[in-house]
């Protein structure tokens, strides 16, 4: 959703959002169950566990439910891993907006900005709520704020499109979601493997 603000818009723009939106909630949602069952079965122990979660599953409320399933060491692993995928954020939306300004990509001539203004916001909190900044009713008001938003951001797509419509994606998109599910879970596996984690 991020990335989907700084890239040029078409006709097909909110239903392959709608999409993306759909599929990583599905993939992340059978990998918080069949995760679990693969690290147990590969004998990972909780710290290469914890990062294999966190740096494999596609949504942070199924890397917080899968971690936090088999013990808390493993779910705050998890989480600490997939926040630094999440702050990555910022340098990939930086660079898709300037290869998208370079090869102007945006037919209406509007260039939206090298940042949207929630990235920046995001940023700029993380750093507050880093230095201690943000006091916890605070903490929490701005958690149960950020969750209703996005529900009704998510919702507000999902009235726009209807699902017939996603049907016409075709299979290319499907095995480029599957395959780069497979990819992630494979090269995480191989690092923590060949650094010898149990």
């Known amino acids: 959703m991020a990335i989907a603000a700084v890239l040029p818009k078409n006709e097909f723009s909110e239903r392959n959002l709608i ?4 599929s990583v909630t599905v993939l992340s949602t059978l990998a918080m169950i069949a995760y679990p069952i693969l690290a147990q079965t590969m004998g990972l122990d909780a710290r290469a566990t914890g990062i294999f979660f966190g740096g494999t599953i596609h949504d942070v409320a199924q890397v917080v439910g899968a971690g936090y399933s088999i ?3 493993v779910g705050d692993t998890a989480t600490v891993v997939k926040l630094i995928r999440v702050a990555m954020l910022l ?20 260039r939206p ?3 949207p203004w929630f990235a920046v916001a995001f940023f700029g909190l993380a750093v507050v709520g880093s230095l201690g900044g943000i006091t916890p009713p605070l903490q929490k008001f701005g958690t149960e704020l950020s969750t209703w938003c996005l529900v009704t951001a998510i919702g507000a797509l999902g009235m726009k499109i209807q699902l017939k419509e996603l049907t016409t994606v075709g299979i290319k998109p499907v095995l480029l979601m599957l395959g780069e ?3 992630l879970a494979a090269f995480v596996l191989c690092l923590l493997l060949l650094q010898g984690t149990p």
């Open 19 to 22: 999409f993306t939106v759909l």
């Open 71 to 73: 013990s808390p060491e």
């Open 91 to 110: 340098p990939v939306i930086l660079a898709a907006a300037m290869i998208t300004r370079a090869r102007g990509g945006h037919a209406s001539g509007e």
């Open 113 to 115: 900005p090298l940042l």
């Open 181 to 183: 599910t497979v990819f």
